[in-house]
């Protein structure tokens, strides 16, 4: 006689809840705030494959350090132009019901003797908790950033990241990598400069510096100086002097495999008066390749105009003006000290990378091609 079956034995059975945790929405927004010496800006965006899809985005002109240099503190005008943009970036965070966020803040805030009142003030008037970030993090974020603009040639590579109150270089080593895998490299180092274990061959920082000298910071060291030829001069020389310890390949032939990849307002005002856009267009400088000298050719162009020139030419407009001569001080130096005559223009920084770094975390993006 056949043994009979226990009684329920066809139900289904009981799920168990598993204990890992469920993975991240994609559809989830994030968010990410950079506050510099000079401007605050803020992106929200949504991942889309291995990229994201920007939804929301704030830019403005604060000026938090405006006198900085010779006082060491920040202004009661500055602090209050700043709150004011926060209070407008509060705004964007609850329309959009952001849940993933870095609120950072830069070089001003770590050298501005009050900066902890201020921090006060912005999470008091504002409801914006700022994170002020080290150096090393301001630059590692910089550099994931721009992983996407990495040519598959480049053997050894430098991002540089001109800022308002300091400048950030990087210099990376790709040797090891494969060359389809390189972009991809440097995306992983979101997880550290100095390694973390991985199956993947990795890109190794040789070196990296910050230097306490950005658009604002080295105006202000020469706003004695009145005429306009000896100033840039002066910010030129002054900055290379600051790079001595960080230029191994000063007197080295140009490399077909360095590439330097530059990121900022400098950068991009260079490049659009280069290509002599009448407004402004990402699409078309993002990822632009300059020689040095068609950068040289702009900034002589910058000279020539001299300060009420620059300041009626819509290219570099009113705000950038007063800047973008400081800025192209610093970014003549560079191509001096470096064994390349091209330069990779970059529309992406500090909130890209922030945001390309919560979202690798957090594993909403594709591991696919750039």
Known sequence: MAPKRPKGAAAFPKPVESSAPKPPDPSELYAALDLGTNSCRMLIAQPKGNQFHVVDSFSKSVQLGAGLESTGRLSRGSMRRTVQALRICQQKLKRHKVKHMRLVATEACRRARNSSDFLRQAKREAGIQLEVIAPEEEARLAVISCAPL?????????????????????????????????????????????????????????????????????RDQFNDVEDDAARFALMSWFFEENLTEFAPYKDAPPSEGFQIVGTSGTVTTVAASHLGLRRYDRTKVDGLRMTSDQIDKVIRGYLDLGPVGRRRDPRIGQDRQALIMSGSAILQALLRCWPTNRLSVADRGLREGLLYAQMSADGVLEDGPF
């Open 150 to 218: 990495v040519s598959t040639k480049t053997e050894q590579l430098l991002v540089v990241d001109i800022g308002g109150g300091s400048t950030e270089l990087v210099w990376i080593d790709l040797t090891s990598v494969p060359n389809r895998d390189r972009p991809k490299a440097i995306m992983r180092l979101h997880a550290g400069f100095h390694g973390v274990d991985s199956p993947f061959p990795a890109a190794k920082v040789v070196d990296w510096i910050s230097v306490p000298l950005g658009v604002a910071t080295l």
